[in-house]
């Protein structure tokens, strides 16, 4: 028969299981799904310049970068969703869900997202405001959270709105 | 099975993020830190560089040559390494030759691209056919690059030709967004200077028109520019 300390012990393992599958698991997860799809766009966008050359809309490449986005995004973000539900085995969604799910997300978004937008500010009112190539590389993994965020805030939504 | 979940994915994370945080990332400017090269091991030996027109466009063509290995040194040292011969058209006065790459181009570089000009300055338009990775240059043999392009705000203008040593970011992508300028100097070396005099006659090169240059090579003063 196990000891008081024995289903103590057995007991916080399970709590602490569960915790790590919530708190660390699903967010680096999630957040690997969009490592994936980063590398899946910039691969693409390349495939398709070396195939028959990019489309512009207004920089070189920008609609090829914009559809493999959707693309690419709309498959392993939902598959993602799909993976936290099933390893999370939650049925109660609300948005503390989707924050704790996106959290890397939105932390990418503030560290990123901010000189994003004034650089955006400053090309638009400052004449003389020049930037390099390497922004891009300042918006794209903003752009991937961006949806990262839109992808699991919908799917808890409708998992909320169903419960 | 969760377990193993987990474990596939610190460890998938830990390897991608060991591996991107290998290589330097490339400046807001589009500049990348690069290992120390003189300009002799990367700027080729001798180009030619013709730009016409014809009934369709105008169109910008040039052959590139590097005689030895040893002009290609920071090439073979650098596998991730990338190239771009740029050629740029006068514009301070809004009267370039040329606009912007436009329409058929091809290149026997190693895996080719065609230049983007965003976040470029207006005053020189730059047309440029670059190669994605540059290791697999060879010594000894002419590469060939054309492009048809839109016309500038003139019908003839100053050109400028150089030669950039850049890296590829991230490694292994090998396009126009992936393409970075080497920081270190000498990273941009002229071949043909803008308003240059060319041999025999010492005119003064414009688009359209023809040359030749020499870098550093067979004796010739660097650059020796000729007509073609």
Redesign the interface.
Known sequence: MPSAYDTYAEGLFLSLTIN??KYV?SP??Y??CA?LVA?LV??S??FV??SG??HTFL???DIDVVVALLFWGGILFTLGNK?LFW?EKSEKQNWLTHLRQSALFYLVFIILGVPVLELVYNSFTVSSY?????????ILPVLVASMGIIVNGVVTFIRHNKN | M?HL??VA??S??AT?LAHVSAYA????????DCSTATDTQFVPSFGMINITADSYSRYIEQYIYWDSLSRLTWFINNPDSTFEPDAFFYNYNGTAYGNAPSGYWTSTLP?A??D????D?DSEKAITIGSGSSVYINAGQMYYSVTRMTSGGGTSSWLKLSAQRGKQ??VG??????S?GCRQAPNNVKTIPFNSPIRPTNRIFTAPGCARYWYNWQYFPSPFLYDC
């Open positions: 790590m599958n698991i680096i997860s957040f690997f490592i590398f910039g691969w966008v390349m310049e070396h050359g990019l920089f070189t490449g993976l390893v020049s930037v390099g190539m390497g922004t891009i590389y300042y | 969760l979940i987990r994915v610190l998938s994370v991608i990332a490339p400046y807001a400017d589009g500049t990348i895996y691209y065609v983007t000009q965003a976040f300055s970011w991230p992508y090998t396009g126009t967004w992936n970075f």
